[in-house]
Structure formats: structure tokens, C-alpha cells
């Protein structure tokens, strides 16, 4: 790493190359701001494997139990939590049961309590049906070890979740086992599926210890992890596979063909094209580097 | 010879009983006698004895992943079948094991809670000499201790409540919460939570910088490294996909299975994905995970030299 | 009592006596090497950029009178951390000779207790005990941005020359990468997850990528145990290359010019249906086991005859003693039925088995490969459309879901009942003039089998 002459002035080239940081990351900031203002249309075409994530949670029977694995917290919701979003909104359309467990971080169950109620409201304004605690979902907290609960929940559910209590209705604390959600819930299998939104490496711990016992499961994960994730989706471990901001859209836009009318866009439609404003950035400021590079080359040729 | 399960273990005793005060007072003695012998022992029989737990204590986990679990036992109609009831002796020791495993975890998890205060005292010593000589930036470290002390405070007070408090379980809902859980809220979903967020955002901001400085075309590598880049990026744009598949459609035999189709953006990128980085994390990953079987191997048997053991 | 196994536990329903095997022989690889290694001293390592930069970066801290940073990632101590350290021992040892200070930042209390230990014996090591400041190794935070924020805030009022960013990294590998950058520190990486590798890449010095950090310290110490594992590991290496090649191999006489009619389909599940890993017959009045049926009970299976594609559904009798494995129902090619019957010989071919009482569960294809069910190549602005796509069998009063229909011909997506028109062309009850152009749009269209009766067409 050089440092530059201080007494020559800079050629065309190496201003190019050396732009100061506040100043991107100023552009940086108008250009991921302002399309949030305006609602714009972008066309998209989901991938494969989104639409193999919304085929499965499609053809789930009604009354059926999922199991919800929600490992993300507030810092990656614009993508978690856009697909958190867009997979209780298809589990309560659908009127399958969910119980929500932890294994990531001991905030994660309150956010996706909160999230649950947030959109179970939202749901019922626009005359859904929206979803009870304890009759249509419970949460079953946080569970410390991510490996060893992976292993018991494979072994045996009943033990796994034996000792988590949920709140009634009324108020009063029940064995989460006798919820009508997991009253008929034996062993692993009775579960129609499982479906993990991560933003973390519990995504493997899942496939390693669930995978291959005969339960479906499905992932919602961050863009960035997108790609590891879908080495599994490629070797038939997954049923389906939602990755990052794209994969919410896509999600979205599945919702959207299916259930016409009702709310189905959140944060994919919002965000979309801000990602598309920043991304541009991103090619703009890679160009504009390498085209510094090319006339500080030439000028020295 | 057939084990039947324990129900009550030596250690099990009622909930806050002068019994069970007893044995932990009794643990705690052993323990502490234990760690003064292993003390005076010569400097020999330590290494041994340290190779020698750490072999029995990998060996569990050994045979946790490769005894074969006992199948569950259940009626075809979910009722179980009486607990406990081994056939031979392969089953009995897969239930022996599969029952000591939260004992053993605990064991874990008992340790890294006891150093997680070894954690904190070497935070304390290291702001609290800050803060007491007025070194540079001392303001940092009061904010620290401020943090850190509230943060303990507001936490074990909401929990004691919301646990140990007769009626806690109205706590669950908003409208019944006190200044505690208030404070609760404020410090956890408030503070830290947002904060979280606010890091991660900063992360745009540096992949910016790093594109812009990193990514020169200088080598052949870097050309394809690049282009590889510009492609998926123009994937994850919907409108960029959309002209340029409408692009290629126009071209003969692009949409009725021609040759022509595969270049549309979205076979490009499902080719690249599936073709190039799919193989290649897979290879990464086959070869970090005998990477980490090896390395887990020579710690079991004590045979890594240098650094981790006492060699 | 009933005659499975207790040598058959849960965990090894889906590989068998396979994947023991297979772990045991790799296991032997790695000792087996380590054993010979004894003998042979001058053993080959290729050489690995980011290691031979390490002494580099240390004499440029040195003469810039800066720091030198270490991170061992986030994890809990583990294989990864443990190697992370054996690495910053031997940092550590270089920078105690030029009397460089060191800045060990911890993100996990048990990271840090050993990392103290390892750092302080390096010193002494060395014979210069005296020059260890207990401060040097410290425990920040375990809370991933936490951790984050306090380890750029030190990097940027230490000025840190050289970064040494080894272990588990998550998120904030780019934060570390780039304030390090913007002090002008060079920068020696290395992630185990392949998530944060390119992050790495991008914006640092050198990176160790994948398997070449657990090469480090065998690298850097050249002593014959580590050597000898590296080789066992090359060993492994080498057998899952061939076994990957073997199957290849294997498969492809079922391709190609070889092939009976492929039919392209996702995996078919049935997820109405509780699906079991294995059904065993046990002998009559015994008690089952969910994965259990009585000797001479009649169960559903699923057959998809390779030559016509068909799914033929037949009812078969649970043998005694004779274990019928769940397996997804896929194309039969020759390949497939050789290799079951040599890795599991009791296992009857491609069969799908689920519990008598249970409803038959619904196939559900997916129309967007191009040797499937056809595709939607055009569409007519009518009301009802006319849709068309070659060679689609449908047949009238089938159900048919659309969707992917965007803009205009959205009004596409949904689930419509089908009349054919022939055997290219069907209709469906969608009014469709006023949609637009039918260029670049690429609808997909899944097809549930149910029964329709013929010539009835449903509203």
C-alpha cells in the first residue's frame, strides 16, 4: 500500500480511484432512502426453489401442525422477517396449527411473538380469520443448546417440548402439550413439516440432526447464506428454499397468484426496488474504479 | 445383566430441601479437596491425568454418535410402552448413554457459565483501571460499567418476576406490565436489539467500500471473478432479468426449447449455480469438515502438539 | 419378542451400517498416517500464500511500532477455535522476539481463559515472560455486534499494522476487514463458513480459504503428527473424489442413449401423509412400534413405471422379518435397483409405504421442465383463453393451478377446472382479453391428479 505523493497533483485516474468514503456512502444513503418513497413495479419471476418452499406449505391439509424453527431477531428483518411475515400469513390462511421454537438467540421468541400478533391483527382487519395463542399456535421459547435440541426433537418431541408451558386464553399457564395444537403430536413425524427462519448457523445443525427422517423441511433464510443453503435444496434435502430480500418478493408474488385480494405484500414489495437502487450503486462504484485503474494505467503506458 | 432406568439418582433430592443444601455443600468440599490433590501432583501424573480425562470425556460424545440408540418405544396407537425395559446389553448401555446426555451437557454448560465470570472480571479490570487513573477516554468505561450494571439489574428483576412471582404469567401481556418490565423493554427490545440492527445496516456501507476499492480487473481471475459477480447481481434485479430475458425471447427458437433459451439471465444464473458454486461449496465444505475430524481426533487423543496441550 | 435389531438404532435408519463404515475407515486414514508420519521427516506441503505471510506482517508492525491484532472468531471453543489459537501461538512467539505488542480479542469466556494460557506459555516459551502484558488478551463481548463494535473501536484508536482475522466469523467479518483496511493494517483471514469466505476475499490481504487453516498448523510447525494427519486427510480427500466419480460412473449407464423414458419431476411428496422411515413385519398379537405392521398387512405403494412414466398404485403385504424402507418414488433406472440391492438386500424396489387408514396422498407435478407435462406457450386473448401447451394429456374436468402469471396475466393465477380442445390446446374459464401480449410471460403450471369424471366439467 503506497502512499500517494502529496505533492503531485492527482490525475484523472487515481481521483477516480481514490473517491473519499463520505461520499459514497452519502450516495449510499439517497439512493437506498428515497425509492422508499414511491411505489414502484418491478417485474419478477420467483426461482425454482421459492416456488417448491410455496408448493409445500400450499398442500399442507388444513388442521394439520407445522413446526416453525424462528431463529432471527430485529437486526436481519428486512429479510427474516419479510419471510416470517410471508409464512404466517400462508399458515393462517391455510389454517394450519404452528408451534414456534428457538434455538438461536434468547430474544428471538418475543420478536416472533410480537411479529405473530402484529400480523394476526392486521389479518383480522381486513375480515381474516387471524390466529388464537394456544388453540392456533403456541410458543414454545427458547431452548439453549442447538444441537442437543435438534437430536431430542428428532428422538422424541414429547420430551423435547415437555417441560414448555403457554399461556392460555384465559391467562393461566398450560402444558404446551396439551394445547390443541400438540395434543396429537407423538413423535416427529407428526409434524407436516418443518419450515427454519435463520439468519444463523442453525440452518445446518437443522439439516444435519432432522434431515432424511421423513419430516419435509423447508428454509427461510438470509441472502448471504442463500447460497450454502442451497446446496442442500440441490441434493433433495430441502423441499424449498426462500433466500434473502429476493426471496421474500418472490414469496410475495407466489401469495399473490394464490390468494387474490388479501393483504400478500410487505417488506419484499417495499424493498425491492431500493435493492435495486443499491445494487446499481454497487456496479456503478465498481466501474468507475476499474475505469480509474485503466486511465492511471495508460497514463503511466 | 440388565439396567433398569434409574428414576432417582444419588444427587436427586427435593427442591430447595436442607438435603439436597447438604450434598451441594458436599460436592463443593470434594471438589475443592479434588483440585489441591491434582495440585500437588508432579508434573508427570498431571499430563497423564489430564490426557486421561480428556480421553474419557471425548469418549462419551464418541459413543453417543456411534452406540446405537435404543428405538422408541411406543404403541402403534402413541401410548408408550413401560419405560425402560432393555432387551441385551447393546440396548441397555444406548440407554444409559442416551440419559446421561443432559447430565453431561450440563456439565458444559456449567463450566461456560462459571467462565463467563472470568469473562467479566477481565472487563472489569481492564475499565475499571481506566476509570480509576483517569486513563484516555475514561468516559467510555463508566458508560460501560453503566451499561453493564443496569443491564444485570433491570434483567434479574424482570426475571424473578416474571417467573417466581404469584399471578407472573399476566406478565406476558403488555397491558399488565410494571416499571420493571417497562425498563426490561426499553434496555432489550429498546436499546440492544436496535442496536443489533444499526450494525448490521453499517454493513452496506462497507460492502460499498470494499466493491469499490476491492474489485480491479487486474488478473485473469479478478476478469472472472467479476463478470461471475455482475451476473448474479443482475439476477437479483427483477427489471434488469426481465429486459434481458425479453431480449433473448426475440431471438428464434429462444422460447419454444431452442438452443437460443439457454441464455436467458435466469438459465445463466441457474447454471452457474448450479454447476460452479453448488460443486464448489460442497468441495470447501467436504474438505473443512475432515479438516475439523482430524483436528477433533488429535485433541481426543491428546496427540496435538503445540499451543492447546501441555507439551 | 420382536425380531429388530438392537444393533438398529434410530440414528442409523437412513444410512445403515453404510455411514458407520465409512466414518470408521476415514478415522483410520488420519491415524494411520499420524503413525507412519514418525518415520518420514521431509514430507511436502504446498505452499499456502497466507501463511508465508505471517511473519511479514509482524516485521511490518514491528517497524511501524504498532500493534499486532488478533481475532479468533466468534465460536464456542471448538476444533476451529482451538486451531485459531495454535496459530496466534505462534504469532504471539514472533511478536514477543521483536517485542511487538499484541491485542488477543476474545468473543467467548471459554475462548478467552485458554487463549490466556496458550499466549502466556508461548511467551515463556520464548524466555521472555517478562515482556507478557496480561491485558493483551481480553474478552470483549459475546454478543456478535457487541463484539463487533468493540473490536473496530480498538482497531481504529490502536492503529493496528497487521489484522488476523482466524476462526468463525459470521456478519461482521466485513466490519473487521474494512476498519482494519481504513487504518492501513495488512490483513491475513481465514472463515470456515464459506459464507464469509468472499467477504474475505474481497477486502482482505490474503485468506486461507477452507481446509488450508486446519493445514496451518502442520504448516507452520512442520512436526511430524501434524504432517502425518494432513495426509490422512489428503487420503480422505481422495476416497470421497472416488466415490463421487464411482457413482457417477454408475449412473450413467441410466442416461443418455441407455435410458428408458426419462420423466423430469421433483421429488413427489405426499404431505397429507405421515411418512415413516421403515416398516418391519413383526409376527401377529405382538405390540407395534410406529415404524411396525403386522406380518400379512396390506399397505399402499406408490410404483413409477420408468417405461410409460405411469404411477401405478398397488396394495402389498408386509413380509415378516423383511424390512420395506420408505423411499421417495422416483424414475427405476436399472442403476438404482443394482445399488439398493447390494447396500440394503432386504429392501424391496422403489416402494412407498404409508399406514392403511391413511388418505392417498396427492401427486402433485410440476409442468415447468420441458420434458414434463408441457409448458404454456401461448395464450389467447379470449374469454374463456385458450391455452396452449403441447402434448399436455390433461383431460376434461382436471384441476390445474396456475401461477407465475404477472401484469396483465395475472388473472392466470389460480386453480381452474379444464376443458380440452385437443390434445395441444385446453381451455380454462378466465377472461383474458383485455391481458395484453403473451411474450415473456413463463407461467407454470401444476397439475393435481384427481379424478375427474369424464366428460363432466365442473364450474
Known amino acids: 500500500m503506497a ?69 432471527w431477531t430485529v437486526s436481519t428483518r428486512g429479510e427474516t422477517g419479510g419471510e416470517f411475515d410471508a409464512l404466517i400469513r400462508i399458515l393462517m390462511r391455510k389454517g394450519i396449527k404452528f408451534a414456534v421454537y428457538t434455538t438461536a438467540d434468547p430474544q428471538a421468541p418475543e420478536v416472533a411473538r410480537d411479529e405473530i400478533v402484529m400480523l394476526s391483527e392486521d389479518e383480522k382487519k381486513h375480515g381474516g380469520k387471524g390466529v388464537e395463542r394456544w388453540n392456533d399456535w403456541v410458543s414454545l421459547g427458547f431452548f439453549p443448546n442447538a444441537e442437543a435440541t435438534a437430536n431430542l426433537i428428532a428422538a422424541d418431541p414429547t420430551k423435547a417440548f415437555g417441560s414448555k408451558k403457554d399461556v392460555k386464553p384465559d391467562g393461566t399457564l398450560g402444558s404446551a402439550l396439551s394445547s390443541p395444537v400438540l395434543k396429537d403430536i407423538k413423535t416427529l413425524t407428526d409434524f407436516k413439516m418443518l419450515i427454519l427462519v435463520t439468519g444463523t448457523q442453525t440452518s445446518t445443525v437443522t439439516i444435519e440432526r432432522l434431515s432424511g427422517k421423513g419430516l419435509p423441511l423447508g428454509m427461510m433464510v438470509t441472502g448471504v447464506m442463500g447460497p450454502e443453503t442451497a446446496v442442500y435444496y440441490d441434493s433433495r434435502q430441502l423441499n424449498g428454499l426462500c433466500a434473502g430480500l429476493k426471496g421474500v418478493y418472490d414469496m410475495e408474488t407466489l401469495m399473490d397468484g394464490t390468494f387474490k385480494g388479501q393483504v400478500n405484500f410487505g417488506r419484499g414489495k417495499l424493498y425491492y426496488p431500493t435493492l435495486h437502487f443499491a445494487l446499481a450503486l454497487l456496479i456503478v462504484a465498481v466501474i468507475v474504479g476499474n475505469v480509474g485503474m485503466m486511465i492511471s494505467r495508460k497514463g503511466k503506458a | 445383566m440388565l439396567f433398569a432406568q434409574v428414576e432417582k439418582t444419588f444427587w436427586a433430592e427435593g427442591s430447595g430441601s436442607s438435603a439436597l443444601w447438604l450434598k451441594i455443600l458436599m460436592a463443593v468440599v470434594v471438589g475443592f479437596g479434588l483440585t489441591f490433590a491434582m495440585l500437588k501432583l508432579p508434573a508427570r501424573g498431571r499430563r497423564t491425568l489430564v490426557v486421561g480425562i480428556t480421553f474419557l470425556a471425548g469418549l462419551y460424545w464418541v459413543l453417543y454418535y456411534l452406540w446405537p440408540q435404543p428405538l422408541p418405544g411406543r404403541l402403534a396407537n402413541g401410548s408408550p410402552l413401560p419405560h425402560g425395559q432393555p432387551r441385551d446389553l447393546v440396548e441397555s448401555v444406548g440407554f444409559w448413554i442416551k440419559d446421561a446426555q443432559p447430565v453431561v451437557s450440563d456439565f458444559a454448560n456449567i463450566l461456560s457459565s462459571f467462565l463467563l465470570g472470568l469473562g467479566v472480571f477481565s472487563i472489569i479490570r481492564i475499565h475499571g483501571r481506566k476509570l480509576f487513573r483517569r486513563q484516555p477516554d475514561w468516559g467510555f468505561s463508566a458508560v460501560l460499567f453503566l451499561a453493564m450494571i443496569a443491564m444485570v439489574i433491570v434483567g434479574y428483576v424482570n426475571y424473578y418476576q416474571t417467573r417466581y412471582t404469584p399471578g407472573s404469567s399476566k406478565l406476558e401481556l403488555p397491558s399488565n406490565w410494571g416499571s420493571w418490565q417497562f425498563a426490561n423493554d426499553l434496555l432489550f427490545n429498546g436499546l440492544l436489539q436496535q442496536m443489533d440492527a444499526a450494525m448490521f445496516s453499517v454493513i452496506a456501507f462497507y460492502i460499498l467500500s470494499a466493491a469499490y476499492r476491492a474489485f480491479r480487473i487486474r488478473s485473469v481471475e479478478a476478469t472472472i471473478l467479476l463478470s461471475t459477480a455482475l451476473i448474479v447481481i443482475f439476477s437479483l434485479m427483477g427489471i434488469v432479468a426481465y429486459e434481458w430475458n425479453n431480449a433473448v425471447a426475440h431471438i428464434p427458437g429462444a422460447t419454444t426449447g431452442g438452443i437460443a433459451g439457454n441464455f436467458s439471465l435466469t438459465e445463466i444464473y441457474k447454471w452457474i449455480n448450479q454447476n460452479v458454486q453448488t460443486p464448489a461449496i460442497r468441495g470447501i465444505d467436504f474438505g473443512v469438515g475432515i479438516g475439523a475430524l482430524a483436528m477433533g481426533l488429535r485433541l481426543w487423543l491428546s496427540l496435538e502438539r503445540g499451543g492447546a496441550s501441555a507439551a | 419378542m420382536n425380531n429388530v435389531s438392537s444393533w438398529h438404532g434410530v440414528q442409523y435408519q437412513d444410512t445403515g451400517w453404510f455411514g458407520v463404515v465409512i466414518t470408521l475407515l476415514l478415522v483410520s486414514f488420519i491415524l494411520i498416517n499420524i503413525a507412519r508420519a514418525g518415520k518420514n521427516q521431509n514430507l511436502f506441503i504446498r505452499r499456502i500464500a497466507g501463511l508465508n505471510a505471517i511473519d511479514e506482517a509482524i516485521g511490518r508492525a514491528t517497524e511501524m511500532g504498532r500493534p499486532v491484532l488478533m481475532v479468533p472468531g466468534l465460536g464456542d471453543l471448538n476444533a476451529i477455535s482451538v486451531q485459531a489459537l495454535n496459530i496466534f501461538a505462534y504469532v504471539s512467539r514472533t511478536a514477543a522476539r521483536f517485542s511487538n505488542p499484541i491485542r488477543l480479542c476474545c468473543g467467548n469466556a471459554a475462548v478467552y481463559t485458554v487463549a490466556q494460557e496458550i499466549i502466556r506459555d508461548a511467551y515463556q516459551q520464548e524466555g521472555l515472560a517478562d515482556r507478557y502484558d496480561q491485558d493483551s488478551v481480553r474478552f470483549l463481548s459475546d454478543r456478535q455486534f457487541a463484539f463487533a463494535a468493540a473490536v473496530s473501536g480498538l482497531i481504529l484508536r490502536e492503529q493496528a499494522a497487521a489484522a488476523f482475522f482466524l476462526g468463525e466469523f459470521f456478519a461482521e467479518s466485513l466490519i473487521f476487514a474494512e476498519t482494519a483496511n481504513s487504518v492501513g493494517a495488512i490483513q491475513i483471514a481465514s472463515s470456515t463458513q464459506s459464507t464469509q469466505t468472499p467477504f474475505f476475499i474481497a477486502a482482505c490481504d490474503y485468506v486461507l480459504i477452507g481446509d488450508e487453516f486446519y493445514a496451518a498448523s502442520a504448516y507452520l510447525t512442520r512436526k511430524p503428527v501434524l504432517v502425518g494427519s494432513l495426509i490422512g486427510q489428503d487420503w480422505c480427500k481422495i476416497s470421497g473424489i472416488a466415490m463421487v466419480l464411482g457413482g457417477s460412473l454408475l449412473i450413467t449407464p441410466a442416461l443418455g442413449i441407455f435410458s428408458q423414458k426419462t420423466i423430469n419431476r421433483t421429488s413427489v411428496q405426499g404431505l397429507d401423509v405421515p411418512t415413516t422411515v421403515a416398516y418391519t413385519g413383526v409376527a401377529a398379537g405382538e405390540p407395534l412400534r410406529p415404524f411396525e405392521k403386522h406380518a400379512g398387512d396390506m399397505v399402499d405403494s406408490y410404483v413409477i413405471d420408468s417405461k410409460t412414466g405411469e404411477v401405478q398404485q398397488k396394495q402389498v403385504p408386509v413380509v415378516e422379518g423383511e424390512k420395506v424402507d420408505v423411499i421417495e418414488p422416483r424414475l427405476i433406472t436399472p442403476a438404482d435397483t443394482w445399488l439398493q440391492r447390494f447396500f440394503q438386500p432386504q429392501k424391496n424396489k422403489a416402494l412407498r409405504v404409508e399406514r392403511e387408514d391413511d388418505p392417498k396422498p396427492k401427486e402433485v407435478v410440476y409442468g415447468s421442465d420441458p420434458a414434463g407435462v408441457a409448458l404454456i406457450t401461448a395464450a389467447s386473448n379470449s374469454n374463456p383463453c385458450v391455452l396452449t401447451a403441447t402434448g399436455h394429456g390433461l383431460k376434461n374436468g382436471d384441476q390445474i393451478t396456475i401461477y407465475g402469471g404477472w401484469g396483465g396475466w395475472s388473472v392466470l393465477n389460480g386453480t381452474f377446472q379444464v376443458t380440452v380442445l385437443s390434445p395441444d390446446t385446453f381451455s380454462i374459464p378466465v377472461d383474458a382479453s383485455q391481458a395484453g401480449d403473451f411474450k415473456n410471460q413463463n407461467p407454470t403450471l401444476a397439475h393435481e391428479v384427481k379424478p375427474a369424471t369424464e366428460g363432466e366439467v365442473k364450474k
Not at chain 1, 502512499?3 to 487515481?14: A, F, I, M, N, V
Not at chain 1, 417485474?43 to 410455496?54: H, M, R, S, Y
Open chain 1, 3 to 71: 502512499t500517494p505523493d502529496p505533492t503531485t497533483p492527482k490525475s484523472l485516474g487515481e481521483k477516480l480511484q481514490s473517491l473519499p468514503r463520505g461520499i459514497l456512502y452519502l450516495i449510499l444513503v439517497i439512493c437506498t432512502s428515497v425509492p422508499l418513497f414511491f411505489n414502484i413495479p418491478v417485474p419478477n419471476e420467483p426461482t425454482q426453489a421459492a416456488k417448491d418452499l410455496f408448493n409445500a406449505l400450499n398442500s399442507l391439509p388444513a388442521g394439520s401442525t407445522v413446526l416453525v424453527g424462528s431463529d
